[in-house]
């Protein structure tokens, strides 16, 4: 059965960091990406950051540009979310999916596979 389990997050200050993890299971891994999403509370979930298939090379939201930081463990089939200098609108449910690597477009329907996501509060 295909898995993704995210874990890491928690309750940080503002200006702390977190370190995001996605564990991937029961996929084959080199057939996709991994992306993350986030979910404020009252708003719609929107994309954090997106893998390049070219060059593996990632995109950022403008919102966490110079602040956060996708990797990934290729031997663990993990893919981790680096989250610095964070801020109170960072506060969200934080959301991995995985998409094939021939998918180019980031429409949250080409996702076949959903985390359970992971809380993520920042206080001011």
């Known amino acids: 059965e295909a898995q993704l389990v995210e874990s890491g997050g928690g309750l940080v200050q503002a200006g702390g960091s977190l370190r995001l993890s996605c564990a991937a299971s029961?996929?084959?891994?080199?057939?996709?990406?991994i992306d993350w999403f986030r979910q404020a509370p009252g708003k719609e979930r929107e994309g954090v950051s997106f893998?390049?298939?070219?060059?593996?090379?990632?995109s950022y939201a403008d919102s966490v540009k110079g602040r956060f930081t996708v990797s990934s463990d290729n031997d663990k089939n993990t893919v981790y979310l680096q989250m610095t200098s964070l801020k109170p609108e960072d506060t969200a449910v934080y959301y991995c999916a995985a998409r094939p690597v021939w998918v180019l477009i980031h429409d949250e329907n080409v996702y076949d596979y959903w985390g359970q996501g992971t809380q993520v509060t920042v206080s001011s």
């Open positions: 893998m390049s298939t070219s060059d593996g090379g990632a």
């Open positions: 029961g996929i084959t891994w080199d057939e996709y990406v």
